[in-house]
């Protein structure tokens, strides 16, 4: 086989805002494998490195991927390739594999979803900004059809956040619209209980993240505690062992889990958060680390291979003006593959 990656950067249509960083573009890292018995097939994936979040934002992470190619290459087995160290290297090698198994044509996994029979159920994703633009950004994703919207919090004056989610309500009962929070760690062990109970009056799903990470005493007091249903995000990211996600899940238990494969080991240590959380009797949903379409498509994929019953955060495809073109598409608020599509990937021709 033959293995090369490339280097591509995204740019946002708008700022992308959190309590956490302020993103203008997005780099990321296709890497392709050919395999030479079959002239022209390669399979395609995603080491989409997201900076200033995880372990994988160090100096030598274009050498790892250097390491990994060569790895391929000298490999006589597929099996025998080495495991990456990096999650976000790890789910590119284990698509770019699965996608060349299957015959190079961006198919991940052969489901209904991928045969184009079925949709998925997204939610519509509201970036921080002025109370004005989320309003703006909210009234979009409402006139598109949108039945389940996430809003990033944490990065205005609190007051004003009380103020946006009101006039929501007071619009759209809970009957209408699915509410879930994401506050990227925005909270304080110190405040977040009363900041929950002030957002509890607004029948919210459920809120990701509300203190940062590694404050596991604390986050399992919040989790018991809260009048909201907490969603470990951030939390799960690095937690590399079985006997790890166990120890976290069973510790804080909380009430749902949120996975991004590309942050958290890959598809394969993904599927093993969901065993052990369903052993727990913990939800769960898929979604997007801000992956260009390929990334985007394979966890799409992935997931479809599960029965889903909650909205996904797969929304992320029409943030960039410079995504990937695929056959992806969003009829109002859910994620759809065309089978019949093409995908434009000229940006692979130095590859």
């Known amino acids: 086989m033959k293995a090369r990656w490339c280097r591509y950067t995204l740019h946002f249509h708008e700022t992308a805002i959190t309590s956490r960083s302020v993103m203008h573009d ?9 395999d030479d018995d079959r002239p022209g097939v390669f399979g395609l994936g995603e080491c989409a490195l997201f900076r200033g979040l995880g372990a994988d934002d160090r100096p030598d992470y274009e050498e790892q991927l250097d390491r990994l190619c060569r790895n391929i290459e000298e490999a006589r087995d597929i099996d025998l390739i080495e495991r990456p160290q990096y999650s976000s290297i790890r789910f590119g ?7 060349l198994k299957n015959g190079g044509k961006r198919i991940i996994f052969d489901t209904p979803w991928s045969r184009g029979e079925t949709a998925i159920a997204i939610n519509g994703l509201i970036w921080m900004g002025t109370a004005e633009k989320m309003m703006s950004r909210i009234r979009e994703k409402l006139s598109r059809g949108f039945r389940c919207l996430k809003l990033k919090i944490g990065g205005v004056k609190f007051e004003e956040e009380l103020e946006l989610l009101k006039y929501i309500r007071d619009r759209f009962p809970k009957e209408q619209l699915e509410l879930r929070l994401d506050a990227n760690g925005a909270f304080t062990p110190e405040n ?8 509890s009056q607004f029948a919210v799903h459920s809120i990701e993240q509300p203190i940062k990470p590694k404050q596991w005493e604390a986050m399992k007091k919040i989790t018991a505690e809260s009048p909201i249903p907490i969603a470990l995000d951030e939390e799960l990211i690095g937690t590399s062992t079985l006997a790890e996600k166990k120890e976290l899940l069973s510790f804080i238990m909380p009430q749902y889990i949120i996975l991004k494969p590309s942050l958290c080991g890959g598809l394969s240590d993904s599927n093993e958060w969901i065993d052990e959380a369903r052993k727990l009797g913990i939800g769960w949903w898929g979604t997007s680390a801000l992956e260009s379409n390929v990334g985007l498509n394979a966890i799409a994929q992935w997931l479809s291979t599960y029965p889903l019953t909650l909205p996904q955060g797969l929304g992320t495809g029409a943030l960039y003006t410079d995504n990937i073109p695929s ?5 109002d608020d859910v994620l ?4 019949s599509g093409t995908w434009d990937l000229s940006v692979l021709d130095r590859l």
């Open 26 to 34: 997005k780099t990321t890292y296709f890497l392709k494998i050919q």
């Open 93 to 99: 090698l284990e698509t770019a594999l699965l996608d």
């Open 192 to 199: 977040a209980m009363a900041r929950l109970e002030a957002l």
């Open 327 to 331: 056959p992806l598409f969003q009829p």
């Open 336 to 339: 759809r593959y065309d089978p």
